[in-house]
């Protein structure tokens, strides 16, 4: 069973930045897409960001097209999530997750489509 390791959140002023990574160990990665997904405190989890296997399709919800960027790394098996021009609205626990099906052909940004999943870190966005 593949487990997954997020770091690099903190506590960031809005129009900062930070990168978040993903490490994977105990499965082979790297032919199933990955995602982030957040929840901020008294919401449902959402979609954030996804790549496919070779890193030639990645896909965003809209709120964050054009400021956070997803990447991979198959030869170290991590994920990265480069968040800039951050907003509070931001603020989150953000998770990683593996695809359940591999070389799946369609892109999913349902969360129960992926079946497995990091513990989080905490990304928090001020004023």
């Known amino acids: 069973q593949v487990q997954l390791v997020e770091s690099g959140g903190g506590l960031v002023q809005a129009g900062g930045s930070l990168r978040l990574s993903c490490a994977a160990s105990?499965?082979?990665?790297?032919?199933?897409?990955m995602g982030w997904f957040r929840q901020a405190p008294g919401k449902e989890r959402e979609f954030v960001a996804r790549?496919?296997?070779?890193?030639?399709?990645?896909y965003y919800r809209d709120s964050v097209k054009g400021r956070f960027v997803i990447s991979r790394d198959n030869a170290k098996n991590i994920v990265y999530l480069q968040m800039n021009s951050l907003k509070p609205e931001d603020t989150a626990v953000y998770c990683c997750?593996?695809?359940?099906?591999?070389?799946?052909?369609?892109?999913?940004?349902?969360?129960?489509?992926?079946?497995?999943w990091g513990r989080g870190t905490q990304v928090t966005v001020s004023s």
């Open positions: 105990g499965g082979t990665n790297s032919h199933y897409a």
């Open positions: 997750a593996r695809d359940r099906i591999i070389f799946r052909a369609v892109p999913t940004v349902l969360s129960s489509d992926y079946d497995s």
């Open positions: 790549i496919n296997s070779n890193s030639l399709f990645t």
